[in-house]
């Protein structure tokens, strides 16, 4: 069963001090649990909040506990943005083929090296491969975008996109995560990376590990890896670099929903 938002709030300091941005530690519990809110906006988490994060994630990923409202005003709203759009038309500028069943439109899209079926109204999941509602608004947002142009070889970072500031912070939670659970690693995320189809590059210097992934035909993510030194002190890091175009593919919200995409996967390879 998914965790409620009274279990959330039994685990939280209720001093309604206002950091996480909430008025109160139940408005907080209710967002997170409903909303999707990030559990790090709390900067005072207790052990037992903790001990929650990882469960309440997943919960999330999946859409579990959350006003159904939310996701399928989300999902309807895109589903109107792309009815009128011509998937014929745009397939080969977002990377997929098109075909049609029926007489209803759809185009065949990869997406985390699976070939996904997207039709205007819903999206078909090859068999054995676990459907998420969150990665149909992730592909309605990406089809929605039209893009025409490819990847340009340039690489730069969230935070040099446009209106990231106050995203910034969820990027390096993911990096930070990943960084330590591959500390001391660095093979295993080299065999991770493989499995996930990351084809080793040679772009930064001084990175121990460098990875393209393509988890959307148009939209490659490169993952620069530099292992812990205990002697000198340098805890393991992980920074993620996007496409110069990235911005004509996806929104930031669905940008971050695509890393932390990847690096859930990662750990799970």
Same mark, same amino acid.
């Given at each position: 069963?998914?965790?409620?938002?009274?279990?959330?709030?039994?685990?939280?300091?209720?001093?309604?001090?206002?950091?996480?941005?909430?008025?109160?530690?139940?408005?907080?519990?209710?967002?997170?649990?409903?909303?999707?809110?990030?559990?790090?906006?709390?900067?005072?988490?207790?052990?037992?909040?903790?001990?929650?994060?990882?469960?309440?994630?997943?919960?999330?990923?999946?859409?579990?506990?959350?006003?159904?409202?939310?996701?399928?005003?989300?999902?309807?709203?895109?589903?109107?943005? %792309?009815?009128?759009?011509?998937?014929?038309?745009?397939?080969?500028?977002?990377?997929?083929?098109?075909?049609?069943?029926?007489?209803?439109?759809?185009?065949?899209?990869?997406?985390?090296?699976?070939?996904?079926?997207?039709?205007?109204?819903?999206?078909?999941?090859?068999?054995? %491969?676990?459907?998420?509602?969150?990665?149909?608004?992730?592909?309605?947002?990406?089809?929605?975008?039209?893009?025409?142009?490819?990847?340009?070889?340039?690489?730069?970072?969230?935070?040099?996109?446009?209106?990231?500031?106050?995203?910034?912070?969820?990027?390096?939670?993911?990096?930070?995560?990943?960084?330590?659970?591959?500390?001391?690693?660095?093979?295993?995320?080299?065999?991770?990376?493989?499995?996930?189809?990351?084809?080793?590059?040679? %772009?930064?210097?001084?990175?121990?590990?460098? %990875?393209?992934?393509?988890?959307?035909?148009?939209?490659?993510?490169?993952?620069?890896?530099?292992?812990?030194?205990?002697?000198?002190?340098?805890?393991?890091?992980?920074?993620?670099?996007?496409?110069?175009?990235?911005?004509?593919?996806?929104?930031?919200?669905?940008?971050?929903?695509?890393?932390?995409?990847?690096?859930?996967?990662?750990?799970?390879?």
């Amino acid at each position: 069963m998914p965790r409620t938002v009274m279990e959330l709030l039994k685990t939280l300091p209720r001093t309604n001090c206002g950091a996480c941005g909430q008025a109160t530690c139940l408005a907080f519990a209710t967002q997170v649990i409903k909303e999707g809110e990030d559990m790090s906006r709390c900067p005072y988490l207790t052990e037992a909040a903790l001990a929650l994060a990882g469960e309440i994630k997943a919960q999330q990923a999946k859409g579990l506990g959350r006003r159904r409202e939310s996701i399928a005003i989300a999902l309807e709203a895109l589903q109107e943005k %792309v009815a009128p759009l011509d998937l014929a038309d745009l397939a080969e500028g977002v990377g997929a083929s098109y075909g049609e069943m029926d007489g209803c439109p759809y185009v065949d899209l990869d997406y985390f090296g699976h070939r996904l079926r997207v039709f205007k109204d819903k999206v078909c999941y090859p068999e054995g %491969v676990e459907a998420n509602p969150w990665d149909a608004i992730l592909l309605y947002n990406y089809l929605a975008s039209q893009g025409k142009t490819g990847p340009t070889g340039t690489w730069i970072t969230f935070q040099s996109l446009p209106n990231s500031v106050s995203k910034t912070k969820t990027l390096k939670r993911l990096e930070k995560e990943l960084a330590a659970h591959f500390a001391g690693k660095q093979r295993d995320l080299e065999r991770a990376a493989a499995r996930l189809g990351g084809q080793p590059v040679k %772009v930064a210097e001084d990175a121990d590990l460098q %990875v393209i992934f393509r988890p959307l035909p148009k939209v490659p993510v490169l993952l620069l890896f530099w292992e812990a030194d205990t002697e000198e002190d340098f805890p393991a890091q992980v920074h993620f670099l996007f496409d110069g175009k990235v911005s004509e593919f996806l929104d930031l919200e669905s940008l971050l929903f695509l890393v932390e995409q990847l690096a859930d996967r990662l750990m799970a390879a």
